[in-house]
Each structure stands twice: as C-alpha cells, then as structure tokens.
C-alpha cells in the first residue's frame, strides 16, 4: 500500500474499514445475496438456487489476491467475483446476478457503504459539536479582540467566536442528512437501464431488493446520474474546510505575539528537532492539511458527472478513489478538530491585555457611535480617526487623546459628553449581541441533536 501518513495517522478508523478493500467486497456479495433471496421470493429463480447462493456468496470464499488479478484484466471487479463464488457451486453459478449488471452491484455496494459512512460522519460532526457547544458555553462573556482584515476592529466574545462555527456546524449536520437519503438509493437497471433483462418482474425485484437492503426504491436509472455521489462530495469537504476555518484560527491566535489561546501541552508534544522552544499547533496543522486534501477532490467527483450516453467511459472509474478519499480526509479533519477544540487553553487575561493595546483604540467605533448624535457620524468619524492617531503617535489612551481633540474643536458639549463618562469606552458595554448570538446558536444545535429529533428523524 502506499504510504499516506497524514490520512492513516489522522483518518477514523471506522470510516477507513468501511472503505477497505474487505468492505466493499462484503457489500457486494451482500447485495448479490439478497438480490438472490428477492429473485427467489418473486419466482425468477429457483429457491434451491438461492439457498445456494447464500452459501457460496460470502467473503470467506473470495481471494482478494485472486480478485485484484481478474479487476485488472477484465477492468471491473465483479465478474472475477462471480468467478469465484460459481467455482464454490454450480447452482450459485447458475443464477447468481440474474438480469444485473457490475454496474448495478458496485452502486448497491456503494449505496450501502456510503450510507453506512454517513451515518458515523454524523457521529463525528456531533462530538466535535458538542464540544464546541461546551466551550463556546463557557466563554461565552469571556470577551477578545474581534478582527477584520487581521487587525483589531471591536470586542466580541470567544463564545461568540466559536458560535460562527457551531452554527456551520449544524447546518453541515443537516446536509449530512439530506444527502445520505439521495445516495442510499438501490441500483438494479441492467445493462443500459431499461431494466430489460428481468422481464416484467424488474421493478417489483428492485423495489423489494430496496427493502431488504434498508436503501430508498427508484424507477429512473443513476448509472450516469451521478449527482448525488459529487453532492456527497461536496458536503464532505465543506464540512472538511469548517474545521480547517476553526484550526487556522487557533493557529493565528495561538502565536506568541497574540497569545490568546494554545493547544493541548505536553513533553514534546509540537517540539521542533532543533529550536528547542517551539511549540508548534500540530493538531491544527493535520486538520488543515486534511480539509486541503479533501477540496481537492470534489472537482474529480464534478468531472464524473460527465459520463456520457447510458454507461461512463472512463468517468465512473474517478469515484473510486476520490469518493473514499473525501470521507477519510474529511473524518479525520473532524476527529482531530474535536480532539483540538477538547484540548484548547484559553487565556482570557491576555485578551483583556491585547484590548486594551494600541491605546484601546479598539473602542473607537463605540466612541464614534456615541458622539454621532450630537455632531453627526461623519464629524464624528473624523474627529475620533484623528484620536486614534494622536493615541498611536503619542503613545496615550484612546480617552486621552480624545480628550484632547474635542478640546481643540471648542465643542463643550462633546467634552461634557467626554467628562461625564457617556462614552461607552469599556469593552464590556459594547458587545452588541454576542451573547444572543451564542445563545442562538446553541439552541440550534441542542435542537437538531436533542433525542426527539433524532428519533424523529430516524429512517424506518
């Protein structure tokens, strides 16, 4: 195998056996089996025949060695299957995979696969949501610089910050939903999708087959309808890219000169081998690079959609890595974000310090707001843009400089607004509707993962 060490280290261990090689070959007898079961009930097969094939179809009965050796010649993977379950019994031989085709069967694989992946997606998006839903919880009055474009704009609080993220989050867990219902869809159209092979029995065979396989019954073919497999894609890395949005930020509030937050301790744990200082925000770093990873592959899921006439040529084939390698770098980007978000120090003395440097200049829209009433807000931008300079230049506090700037405009009333402390200059009085904001987005998320809405959202 080859070597992929951020996707081995960081990938969930159950996302990558349900996409391992084993997996899929038990899938694809699965849905062989209980296409034989259907047939059998339907009368389109004897049911001696499909006694036989729930015997010989069965993982233990294949050589995967055998199996790579027949995909590379015959270029797909089911026909050196069906080789090598016929070879356990005739009556298996006989009737196995009647009126399907390869393409019918990796689908319904798939269906089953993806759908079962999905499922512990959504396991993962609700642990790392928790904990954030913990930790924005508790700083949701811890209150820190807020930034636009890198600098310093007003106060918002860390719950607040968070929250952004959280309310990302669940709507991530709703399209994990909606998706899942539109790819675990069975596939059973034969050779050009006309169904044609099974005769008059071909939807009652598929819609049954549905049934027994748990997956949702369609009457119009998707072996080139591959929407639902790029929308898959695309939820995985959107999903991917919120954690990597959530771990680049702890990257840069982590660094020294800020100070305002810190991953998980511990001997050595983010060492350089030669600055002895270092403590690098390694878990960041993994979920960036996977988040990274898991964009670049949606495009060869939208290249996929391209297949032309009945069956792909050359199209479909792209799924087959590109799909497995969406769930595993996006699993691992949640996994570890939650692992990161669970560690996180946060430092809310060195917040209040990064508010109050620059001369507390931070509070300067505030003091704007305050004094546009009385002089207008644009007068009012001025005179405090020219505060905000005077505080930088002259190494003095906001209310000190502009205490000197409205006394050179000769404006009494602005200094008795100044003098009478009306001017809300302390961080903690202008935080709008952060808390709200907080509050909004955790009764968003308790909503959705409350135990009767998962019940109530629970397929039959």
């Known amino acids: 195998m080859v070597f992929m060490p951020l996707v081995e280290r960081a990938g969930d261990d159950e996302i990558i056996r ?12 699965e849905v062989e089996r209980e296409l034989a079961l259907v047939q059998a009930e339907l009368g389109v097969i004897p049911r001696e025949a499909a006694a036989a094939i729930q015997t010989a179809a069965v993982p233990e009965h294949i050589d995967l060695i055998q199996l790579g050796e027949g995909t590379v ?11 090598q379950v016929g070879r356990i019994s005739q009556d298996a031989a006989r009737y196995i995979h009647w009126g399907a085709t390869t393409q019918d069967i990796m689908d319904c694989g798939l269906a089953l696969v993806a759908s079962r992946a999905l499922d512990r997606m959504q396991v993962l998006v609700h642990e790392l949501g928790n904990a954030l839903a913990t930790t924005a919880e508790r700083h949701r009055l811890t209150v820190m610089p807020g930034r636009t474009h890198a600098q310093p704009a007003v106060p918002i609080t860390f719950g607040m910050k968070l929250a952004v993220v959280l309310s990302e989050l669940t709507r991530h867990s709703e399209r994990l939903r909606g998706v899942r219902n539109r790819i675990a869809v069975v596939e059973l159209f034969g050779a050009a999708g006309t169904g044609a092979a099974l005769g008059p029995t071909s939807r ?11 997956l949702a019954a369609t009457d119009v073919p998707w072996h080139t309808a591959r929407d639902a497999v790029a929308e898959t894609g695309f939820v995985l890395a959107a999903l991917a890219s919120t ?37 690098n925000p390694i878990a960041s770093e993994v979920v ?4 990274a990873l898991a964009a670049q592959h949606v495009g060869g899921l939208l290249r996929s959609m ?3 006439h009945e069956r792909a040529a050359g199209e479909w084939q792209i799924e087959w890595d590109a799909l497995p390698l969406l769930f595993v770098t996006a699993s691992g980007a949640v996994a570890e974000a939650r692992r990161l978000v669970e560690g996180l120090r946060v430092f809310p003395e060195r917040m209040r310090a990064n508010l109050d440097s620059d001369g507390a200049t931070i509070m300067a829209e505030a003091a704007m707001m305050a004094l546009a009433p009385v002089v207008g807000r644009s007068a009012a931008h001025d005179l405090v843009y020219d505060a905000s300079a005077r505080a930088r230049a002259g190494g003095v506090t906001l209310q000190e400089a502009l ?8 404006d009494d009333d602005l200094t008795a607004l100044l003098e009478a402390g009306d001017l809300p200059l302390s961080p903690h009085d202008y935080l709008g ?3 709200e904001i907080v509050a909004s987005a955790l009764g968003a998320w308790h909503h959705i993962t409350s135990p009767g809405e998962a019940a109530g959202r629970a397929r039959p």
């Open 306 to 308: 391209q297949g032309t």
């Open 403 to 410: 205490r000197e700037v409205l006394r050179e405009a000769r």
């Open 73 to 83: 010649l015959v270029g797909y993977p089911i026909l050196p299957l069906l080789e």
């Open 18 to 29: 349900l996409f391992s090689e084993e997996s899929h070959v038990a899938a694809w007898l």
């Open 243 to 279: 954690c990597g949005k959530l771990a680049r930020e702890v990257v840069e509030l982590s660094r020294p000169e800020i100070g305002e937050v810190q991953e998980a301790g511990g001997r050595h744990r983010g060492a350089s081998s030669t600055m002895p200082q270092k403590t």
């Open 433 to 435: 509707e952060a808390d």
């Open 288 to 291: 960036i690079g996977l988040s």
């Open 204 to 214: 009652a065979v598929r819609q049954r087959l549905a049934e027994r396989l748990g």
